[in-house]
């Protein structure tokens, strides 16, 4: 079992900068993907970005060029810095992991932009 520790979210102006972060505990298994999704107001779950073991990167459209996911392999856990926010950037953002096994997610943290 994994287990998905977030942080870093919180309330933040019309073009400011936020960084997430995710540590992640537990047994891992094989090879693993880790990424964050976000789920606005009303809105369906999407993909914000994730990353490979190999450092393979995927963002999703609407934050190409603004946010940029790292990860650290060591502690295993995941970043996201988010730059230039955008009021329709509010969500809970989740962190999560994909091993050979499982999909494991995170409770998730707020991240609100004022405009």
């Known amino acids: 079992q994994v287990q998905l520790a977030e942080s870093g979210g919180g309330l933040v102006q019309d073009g400011g900068s936020l960084r997430l972060s995710c540590a992640a505990s537990?047994?891992?298994?094989?090879?693993?993907?880790m990424g964050w999704y976000r789920q606005g107001p009303g809105k369906q779950r999407e993909l914000v970005a994730s990353?490979?073991?190999?450092?393979?990167?995927n963002y999703g459209d609407s934050v190409k060029g603004r946010f940029t996911i790292s990860r650290q392999y060591i502690r295993v856990a995941v970043y996201l810095q988010m730059n230039s926010l955008k009021p329709e950037d509010t969500a809970v953002y989740y962190c999560?992991?994909?091993?050979?096994?499982?999909?494991?997610w995170g409770q998730g943290t707020q991240v609100t932009v004022s405009s």
């Open positions: 999560n992991l994909e091993d050979s096994r499982l999909n494991y």
């Open positions: 537990g047994s891992i298994f094989g090879s693993y993907v």
């Open positions: 990353i490979t073991g190999d450092g393979r990167t």
